[in-house]
């Protein structure tokens, strides 16, 4: 089983940055990517970006390109999302999440990954 925790939410004023983290622990990962998703109040939760397990290319949602970048450090098993230039509709619970290798590849979509992490709050405010 493989066990993703995520850590570094927190509050920061618009325009801001934040980085968080995703450590991934448990047997070996064997999957596509490891992917950020997030989920504001009253909204379904939306894709933010992954990062492909290797060869570490990455992937983002428009609303983030370009302010958001996506990062991985192998010696750790832990891949980061750091997010500048923050706005107000950032704000939400922020998961990062693993898929089983299955299928094509990396994918976009919430129903393809297996293993979530508890997530993390990130509040941004003017």
């Known amino acids: 089983q493989v066990q993703l925790v995520e850590s570094g939410g927190g509050l920061v004023q618009a325009g801001g940055s934040l980085r968080l983290s995703c450590a991934v622990s448990?047997?070996?990962?064997?999957?596509?990517?490891i992917a950020w998703f997030r989920q504001a109040p009253g909204k379904e939760r939306e894709f933010v970006g992954f990062?492909?397990?290797?060869?570490?290319?990455?992937d983002y949602a428009d609303s983030v390109k370009g302010r958001f970048t996506i990062s991985g450090e192998n010696a750790k098993n832990t891949v980061y999302l750091q997010m500048n230039n923050l706005k107000l509709e950032d704000t939400a619970v922020y998961y990062c999440?693993?898929?089983?290798?299955?299928?094509?590849?990396?994918?976009?979509?919430?129903?393809?990954?297996?293993?979530w992490g508890q997530g993390t709050q990130v509040t941004v405010s003017s």
């Open positions: 448990g047997r070996a990962f064997s999957g596509y990517a």
């Open positions: 990062m492909r397990w290797s060869g570490g290319s990455t």
């Open positions: 999440a693993g898929d089983r290798g299955m299928g094509w590849g990396p994918s976009r979509t919430e129903s393809d990954y297996d293993y």
